[in-house]
C-alpha cells in the first residue's frame, strides 16, 4: 500500500503515520510543503527508531508526485463529505490513499476531479470537526489491509506455526 499526506503540517502525525507504514511495509510519500522541517525533534520522537525501517519519498508538490504515478495507479481521497464510506471501496495492494492537510483537508478541485474515489470516515458528533491526521490513516490503511487477507502479516499463524490447544 501507499499512503500520501499532502502538505502535512504537525511533526507528531507525520512521526506516527511513518511508524504506522513502518509496521505495515507501507510506502509513504510526503508532499511538500511541509509545515514542519524533517529534522523536527517532534517529528523523529512521534516516529521513533522507526524512520529506517520506512521506504518513503519526498515530493516538491502535487504535480511532481502525480506525475510518476504508474499508469493505472488507483488514488483514493479520504476526506469528509466524500460520497461514500471508506469501508465501501476494494481496496488493492498497490493503491494509494491519500490524506491532506491537518487544519484545511484536500484541495476541492482534486477531490471533484476524483468523485468517484473520493472517501469519507464517518462521524457522529457534528460539535467534533475531525479526527486526528494518523488514526484516519490507521483506520483506512488496516481496513485496506483486512480486504487483501493481512497477506505478509509476521504474527500469522499459517503454516511452521502451532496453535496452542484452550484449557
Known amino acids: 500500500m501507499h499512503i500520501v499526506l ?5 511533526p507528531p502525525n507525520t512521526g506516527n503515520v511513518a511508524r504506522l507504514c513502518a509496521a505495515t511495509r507501507s510506502t509513504l510519500h510526503l508532499i511538500e510543503p511541509f509545515g514542519f522541517q524533517l529534522d523536527d525533534v517532534q517529528l523523529k ?7 529506517q525501517h520506512v521506504r518513503w519519498l519526498r515530493w516538491p508538490n502535487w504535480v511532481g508526485f502525480a506525475g ?3 499508469r493505472h495507479a488507483r488514488l483514493w481521497f479520504i476526506e469528509s463529505s466524500g460520497p461514500r464510506l471508506y469501508a465501501q471501496a476494494s481496496f488493492q495492494p498497490d493503491d494509494y490513499l491519500v490524506f491532506g492537510r491537518e487544519t484545511a483537508g484536500l484541495p476541492k478541485r482534486l477531490l471533484e476531479e476524483n468523485r468517484d474515489r473520493w472517501l469519507r470516515i464517518p462521524m457522529f ?3 467534533a470537526r475531525s479526527l486526528n491526521l494518523s488514526n484516519c490513516v490507521a483506520l483506512v490503511l488496516f481496513e485496506a489491509l483486512r480486504q487483501q ?3 505478509g502479516e509476521f ?3 499459517g503454516a511452521g506455526h502451532e496453535i496452542p490447544e484452550a484449557r
Not at 499532502?6 to 504537525?10: A, D, L, N, R
Not at 520522537?45 to 524512520?51: E, H, K, L, T, V
Open 6 to 10: 499532502v502538505e502535512p503540517e504537525i
Open 45 to 51: 520522537r512521534a516516529g521513533m527508531d522507526y524512520w
Open 68 to 70: 510518476q504515478l504508474p
Open 125 to 127: 458528533n457534528p460539535e
Open 149 to 151: 487477507g493481512f497477506r
Open 155 to 157: 504474527g500469522d499463524l
